[in-house]
T-cell receptor, first 114, second 110 residues
């Protein structure tokens, strides 16, 4: 089973709202990732967690706050977003953060900020 | 730094035509190379991978060979189908980071 699940599939929020995106995998992977993808563009890395510790933060604004409560779960907390944050948010996981490891992607959460 | 350069699209082909999507890379270490496919409204799915020079990845009729001498990983398929219409991303993994190409949109018409 190489499935990564993400909820919700779609999310509409106002600029003053607080919401969370959820990502789950049961493959025993110890690395998990958040990406942001704008239309007709490649995914852009936001955060990398390795063994439940944040290892990479690609200078993401503080209105995005990641959390890894356990090895299967990854959250992205959203607060005071801007309309330009509207995008597809993709979660991925891999066995480890090593060059040979494949990243498996979830279907994404399509976010619209009004 | 590491990077991936991918053939610009969009590409439109007739069913059963031959497909090539070019991908070249720059890397300082010993990267692994991947092709991912993204169907409309979906996440990315791994299509194939190669982890060392001269490896050939293959899946669903698609193939790509890791060529260190030309720093390339071109995607090929001998006979495309309408169901292959999607966006294809070439990617490089080096140390603990993925680098994606810009994506190539493929439309196959009956």
């Amino acid at each position: 089973d190489t499935e990564v699940t993400q909820t919700p599939k779609h999310l509409v929020m106002g600029m003053t709202n607080k919401k969370s995106l959820k990502c789950e995998q049961h493959m025993g992977h110890r690395a998990m990732y958040w990406y942001k993808q704008k239309a007709k563009k490649p995914p852009e890395l936001m955060f990398v967690y390795s063994y439940e510790k944040l290892s990479i933060n690609e200078s993401v604004p503080s209105r995005f706050s990641p959390e890894c409560p356990n090895s299967s779960l990854l959250n992205l907390h959203l607060h005071a977003l801007q309309p330009e944050d509207s995008a597809l948010y993709l979660c991925a996981s891999s066995r480890y953060t090593s060059a040979q490891e494949t990243q498996y992607f979830g279907p994404g959460t399509r976010l619209l900020v009004l | 730094g590491d990077s991936v350069t991918q053939m610009e699209g969009p590409v439109t082909l007739s069913e059963e035509a031959f497909l090539t999507i070019n991908c070249t890379y720059t890397a300082t270490g010993y990267p692994s190379l991947f092709w991912y496919v993204q169907y409309p409204g979906e996440g990315l799915q791994l299509l194939l991978k190669a982890t060392k020079a001269d490896d050939k990845g293959s899946n669903k009729g698609f193939e790509a060979t890791y060529r260190k001498e030309t720093t390339s990983f071109h995607l090929e398929k001998g006979s495309v189908q309408v169901s292959d219409s999607a966006v294809y991303f070439c990617a490089l993994s080096d140390r603990n980071q993925f680098y994606f190409g810009t994506g190539t949109s493929l439309t196959v018409i009956p």
